[in-house]
């Protein structure tokens, strides 16, 4: 146990250093490995996202500041999607089957049932990873979201074309 959680916290603080570094070659070969199986059994990953700004947010069920983050995500997608803003909602606590019981109607962004890839173990929801439309990691912390950070980290990311 001691052993994941160490490793855990080491893989987080390699992608935000990559990040930081702005190095192309090791937040993106991490971040490319990222695969998502939609609800609706879409598979994809975040390298056929390319283009697009990517948000990627970790959150459960029983988490409070979760739940008053979902509704601002929401609107923000609305808001933005047609300028390539892609967000994938991601519930640590899926429940019954890793379906159904998380799904909520009133999120319009996607939601994936099921994300394979790099050695990603949660410490803290929630969690969000924003890529840039290179594929390059820009953002990664655990915390909510608030309408003043989603301006300054993700509106200059979709004004780039």
């Not at 879409?42 to 979902?70: D, I, K, Q, Y």
């Not at 892609?86 to 799904?103: E, F, K, S, T």
């Not at 909510?144 to 780039?160: E, H, S």
Request: some cysteine; glycine content about 10%.
């Amino acid at each position: 146990m001691y052993r994941r959680a160490i490793k855990a916290i080491v893989t987080g603080f390699a992608l935000l250093m990559a990040a930081q570094a702005g190095s192309a070659t090791s937040s993106a070969d991490i971040i490319d490995r990222f695969r998502f199986t939609l609800a609706d059994g879409t598979n994809l990953t975040t390298a056929n996202l390319r283009g697009r700004v990517v948000m990627v947010n970790f959150w459960a069920t029983w988490c409070v500041p979760c739940r008053t983050e979902l509704p601002l995500l929401n609107r923000y997608y609305r808001a933005h999607r047609a300028e390539g803003l892609v967000i994938i909602g991601v519930a640590a606590d899926p429940g019954a089957g890793g379906r159904g019981q998380w799904l909520s109607p009133t999120i319009s962004y996607p939601q994936a049932a099921h994300v394979g890839g790099p050695d990603y173990r949660l410490m803290w929801v929630p969690m969000t990873y924003v890529i840039g439309r290179d594929g390059k990691l820009v953002y990664a912390k655990s915390g909510v979201f608030d309408q003043d950070k989603l301006d300054t980290i993700v509106g200059p990311l979709l004004k780039k074309r």
